[in-house]
Structures are given as C-alpha cells and as structure tokens.
C-alpha cells in the first residue's frame, strides 16, 4: 500500500504548476487520531476515489485536506457550500470581454472545471449545506466516467488523471440536509474525530511553544472535561472543537484565561446551560 502511496505522490509531484498553483498547494500538518486514518484517506485519493470527511466542526477536516495537498504537492481549488451554490458557482460563467475593441464572450471556468483540466484537487466543504438539485451536475464527476458535458458551453471535459475530490460534511447540524444516496454512494466515507491526550498536547505545544505550562494545563484539562460531556449528552458536539480551543489558547496570551474560553467557547453554544457547564469546566481548573 505504501508503494502505492509513493508512486502516486512521485507522479503527481512531477507536473508542472504555474505559480498562480503553487500558491493553492496546502500547508499540511494534520494530526490523525486514529492509526491509518490519515495514510488511508492517501490511498483511496490514490485510487481517485472521490473521499468524503465526517465529523465536527474543528474536528480538522479541512486541514486534513490541505495536507493531502501537501503530500502530493496538487493545488486545492475549493468550493464553500450553503444554500445559495449554484451551478455557475462550480462550474464558471460567461462573460464580455474586449479583444481589439470588440466585446467578446469568454467563459470563465468555475471550480470544477478547473480543477478537472489542471489535475487539482477539488475541496468541497459542507457539502451537505448545498441544494439537493444543485449538486447531480457532478454524479458524472464522481463516479467511474470522471468526465462532464459543461451546460453553458457544451465542452466535453474529461478530468486530468490527478484530478481528486475531497468532500466534507458536519451531520445533523443546523441548515444541513441529509446527503443523497446516489451522491453520497460515489464517496469513500472516512469519519474525523476530535484528536486527544498527547496527540494535542503535541499539537498545543508546537503551535504555542511560548505560552505558559499551566495555560497548556488548563487548556488540555478543559478539552478532556468538554470531549466527556459531549459524551454523557450535556453538551453540544462543536463545545469541544480543537479549533475553538486553539482560538482559547490565542485570546488567552493577552487576557484572563476565563474571558478568552467564553469568547472563544461558551458564547458560540445556543444553550444558556451548556454555556454556563463550559465556565465552570474551566473555572475549576483555574486556582
């Protein structure tokens, strides 16, 4: 499996980016909290299988995505989803140009077009937040053709063999509607939890390597009390967010650790309970 990791990474490293591409190369730097996860998300994006990502918000999906970027050195051409996309949105739109003082019409390729001819990876993030009709245009994208007949200019598109897509959703939150089957059967699934334990202390300290040991401490106690009773029910999944965290560790280099956690946590939760829960986690591991 390995060997075949290698040998898709030394053939993707090989093309040639302009540097408009290189620019959307990802940082890397995702720490998998579950043996194999990570190499296995590299072996399906070998196999060009269509890869969907699981899990909370802040759990790292999106950062994992930059990182198979970073592996195979393949820009990310990426697409935010909501209520609004629609099929201009992912697959560009025409326009008037002018050439020799002529207005002339030329298509500007969306997303999708131009990662399937410049062999990018296509980013699709929340894709369970797009329109259930707005999202069939890219079964053919998906599934063995990997090919697409644009709507707006009749162009037969076969995709660049580098070309991979990344899919990422949050279930059951708000604005969300559950994925298709016919979609969501064109994706590897791989489910992305929060990382824990030394995985983020690590990851505290290499982002953090001036703060102070004791805010590590409250920090990485704080995560553990949260992840627990995201557990027994008492709190919501995204309370225990390692990106929120993050963000809690930064305010709380210039202020009182209490404050930065309620800025950072508490105040993002609906419910009044929980918010209070999240204080006097935190409130019992500052002296």
């Known amino acids: ?33 579950i043996d194999f996860l990570y190499e296995d998300v590299l072996i399906a994006v070998s196999l060009k299988k269509p890869v969907l990502l699981k899990g909370p918000t802040g759990a790292g999906k999106t950062k994992l995505a930059e990182t198979v970027s970073h592996f195979f050195s393949q820009p990310v051409q990426s697409i935010n989803c909501s209520v609004d996309l629609d099929a201009e949105s992912l697959l560009g739109f025409k326009t008037i140009v002018i050439k020799e003082g002529t207005n002339v019409i030329e298509f500007v390729d969306g997303p999708v077009v131009e990662a399937m001819k410049k062999g990018h990876i296509l980013y699709i993030d ?24 644009n709507p707006f200019t009749g162009e037969v598109i076969k995709a660049h063999p580098d070309f991979s897509v990344i899919a990422a959703i949050n279930e059951g939150y708000i604005g969300t509607t559950p994925m298709n089957e016919a979609l969501k059967n064109r994706f590897v699934s791989f489910t992305i939890p929060y990382i824990s334990g030394d995985l ?34 008492l709190l919501a999944e995204d309370a225990a967010s390692i990106r929120s965290l993050q963000y809690a560790m930064e305010l709380a280099h210039y202020m009182e650790p209490l404050r930065a956690i309620n800025y950072a946590i508490a105040e993002k939760l609906e419910d009044e309970q929980e918010k209070r829960l999240v204080l006097e986690l935190a409130s019992s591991w500052i002296k």
């Open 126 to 149: 929340e894709i369970n937040m797009a329109k259930s009709e707005t999202l069939p245009i890219l079964h053919s994208v998906l599934d063995y053709r990997r090919m697409l007949t």
């Open 1 to 33: 499996m390995i060997d075949l990791i290698e040998r898709e990474r030394q053939i993707r490293t090989k093309r040639l980016h302009s540097e408009k591409d290189i620019d959307l190369i990802g940082s890397g730097g995702y720490v998998s909290p």
């Open 200 to 233: 983020l202390a690590n990851l505290f300290h290499n982002l953090f390597p001036d703060a102070q040991e004791e805010l590590h401490t409250l920090m990485l106690n704080l995560a553990s009390d949260l992840m627990e009773q995201v557990k027994q029910g």
